[in-house]
Nanobody, 123 residues
Framework: VQLQASGGGLVQAGGSLRLSCVAS????????MGWFRQAPGKEREFVTT????????YYADSVKGRFTISRDNAKNTMYLQMNDLKPDDTAVYYC?????????????????WGQGTLVTVSS
């Protein structure tokens, strides 16, 4: 099972990026998926999750209204649209998948992790 995250880069404050996460090795259509991030010197923190019904999402307060999670089950791909980016959003972003239909905001809720993609927001 592999998760491959991509789409990170350098962007100015106020800009946008879209991250992608492609799952391979098994189908995650019925499982929850999420995004976490880890800034230098800090612990990995929850960003957002989407459960298998797609319609149910949950966001960290720090990104609510700016970030949007979505998934395309036919492509085994999850996305994170990030708008109005701020310097505090600078981090390595990780995608994750849980072998259950609903997952929460804890790292231990997820069973599979991608390698991470770096997002740098300049002021």
């Amino acid at each position: 099972v592999q998760l491959q995250a991509s789409g990170g880069g350098l962007v100015q404050a106020g800009g946008s990026l879209r991250l992608s996460c492609v799952a391979s090795g098994r189908t995650f259509n019925n499982y929850a998926m999420g995004w976490f991030r880890q800034a230098p010197g800090k612990e990995r923190e929850f960003v957002t999750t989407v459960n298998w019904r797609v319609g149910t999402t949950y966001y960290a307060d720090s990104v609510k209204g700016r970030f949007t999670i979505s998934r395309d089950n036919a492509k085994n791909t999850m996305y994170l649209q990030m708008n109005d980016l701020k310097p505090d959003d600078t981090a390595v972003y990780y995608c994750a998948a849980a072998t259950r239909r609903v997952a929460g905001s804890r790292v231990r809720d997820y069973d599979y992790w991608g390698q991470g993609t770096l997002v740098t927001v300049s002021s």
